[in-house]
């Protein structure tokens, strides 16, 4: 009886999940999703090997495996959504997930099954056609089949590592924010301790690249052991119930308002933005994501530099250039804030709301940026090239952003899984940043390659203009329940 | 002169037809309802009639504005939408202070201690709305539609959640608003509160207004609950 009641629950929320999918991006976008990860998988599988020759195995396998717990850990952060669920905090969207509210089902059940879906959904719909897009590549490399199913099983393994520690640090962060902490810091430990440090071996983290070593299989067993170790604790450790708080907060709405009043009729939108931000609790984790994917792109370039022995020679205007991609996901996360439903029935639109989140993104990343480029240029001697990484940093951060907000609206999270989404996207952000980071990187044998920077970082600029200035016609006519109504 | 002019309305959502050739006029100072059963089309009509919703053929114009003008509409009605979905992270008072300030109103305050006051929401003013009962939010709700005194309000299920004590105090509200030579356009499936309170009413049904005039008229005698059997079962009470 158990079991049937849960291998239903996983059927529906498979066919949620599905339609969820279908009716926001239409079932050729969503069909289109895994195809393109195949495609671009295969085109870097057979491209890397010749641009990378010099990179030992280890250190490709190595940020392979450390992609897919960093994949895990972002998707797993679902801990925390009990709360919401048992205490009607989703707006209008009704879920499967939501049943314990009103069925005798217990809400650990639904949760443990709301995991299952997941990890067969990211199984089907990135990892396995990551590992056919790397297959296409093995006769080149050199590769055996076998050798990229067994990669494909070991970086599915390391996501579902990374899921299960995200989702066991949620649970227990819901229960006492103190105890959530506290292991959130012996994470951060752990990771230290592989590196810089060099105590412990990555293995530690990620168990199941400890088959590459010596293709011994105790790496994958123990890699299966930690997945459904750390996802049983993630379901004991859940509330099954919730009090409802009732927040009490002085006024502030009028006094931000007055605050941002240079900004003219988009100051109340922007407070409200402002507003919900920090009572989100979002004001921490959207400027820390922000820093700490900024800073990876630095420690993963160091990280090479390391295992393959050779300075690639990144400059400041070269990290500079990251600054707009990493800005996608910190829109991504300011949009997913509100449903924004009441607006519905006020005198605003759609692309108002995305003018007032464009204008708290710019808020919240300008200071983390411009300390991100000054304190490049002091590590690295480079002083000199800040103005320069200024101005790219500015330029990359308004496109790629304004580019995304133009294409996506209010919903990114969700609009990202239309492949058709994707691909304009990639050709309006990718030629330029590819020009922009070339010459960036010959600068210090050919310094005319200086003007070519400032040139794209003023083409950006200008191009940003149309863009931002096309939102109200791009937007201007959806509902703000484009998400649950896809219309 | 009406204040709501829908002509030929027709909606479909994929391969369902939700609204087939509606046609329904208001005139100003009327009390209006619409009623139907349970996916008859009635929400999907007050969101075209308010500009949430393109209609696919047809023409609407609100408050003598096109609904192909969203924004100069909703300047000009008020609106409570089916579900009482109040900004999440915005306190009560808040909420009411944004709705004013979007709509461009003076003497917000005293607006808001007036709705706050006819609510009884002093208590709760300063608590998140998501925080809220169902009912609580739906105060709010119809606060912020009521707050800058619209000539047309378009209430859908404006009782729902809300006790007998403001049922009746809503009621009466609305009542003072008819008789100012204000327009209510309202969907109700509360028929014994539409009886006392609307002077004309339409019957939807499949997408299809099967049923209008006023009230007096169509009833021939009998009750609302009469006439509504009637229009939706094709004859089977009458």
Redesign the interface.
Known sequence: MGQSLSLRLFKAMMKEEWRLHQSLVGPLGSGLFPAMIFVFTAFLAVVTPLLLSRMPTATILLMLHAASVAYGLFVGNFGSIGEHVM?R?L??VSMVMQMPQTYPVSFRRMMAVFYAKDAVFYLLYSYIPLTLGIAVAAPMAGASFTGVAMLGLTTFLAFMVGMGLSFTLSAVSVRSRMAGLSLYMVLTGVVAMIHPMGIIGPECLMPSLGYWASKNPQGIGVSVAASIILASMGVTLMKEKYE???????????GV?RLLGFMGGLS??VA?EW??VR??GALGPVVFSFSGHLLAVYLMSWVFERGVGVDLGFNVVFYSGFVGFMGVMTYSFITN??????L??????VDQVVKGKLAVYFALTAGVTALYVVGLGAVKHQMGLVPLGLLLAAATSVYVVGVTSYLTGLWTNTMFFDAGIILKFCVAVVPPLIVAEIAALIMPIMPAATYAVVAVSVILLLASVPILRGLERKW??A?FSFVNTG? | MPVIEASDVSKS?GATTVLQGVSLNVEEGEFFGLFGPNGAGKTTLLRVL?G???QDTGTVFTAGVPNTE??????RVG???E?E???????A???L???C???GLDD?QSRIERWVRFFDLKEKR???C??LSKGERQKV?LA??FIHEPKLLLLDEPFINLDPIYQRRVREYLQGVAVEGRTVFMCTHILEIAERLCDTVAVIHRGRIVEQGRLADISRGGDLEEVFLRAVEGGAVA
């Open positions: 205490t905090r707006g209008q409802i708080r009732q927040s009490r907060y002085s006024d502030s709405l009028l308002d109340t939108l409200k507003i919900e009572r989100s804030l509100e449903h924004n439903e009441y519905n029935v006020q005198p605003v639109s201007a006519d509902s219309q | 959502f308010t949430q919703l393109m969203p924004i100069r509409l909703k300047q609106i409570v939408p579900a979905t109040p900004p999440t992270f915005l306190t008072q808040e909420t202070e944004l709705t300030m979007i709509r917000v300063d608590i998140l998501r925080d709700m912020a539609a």
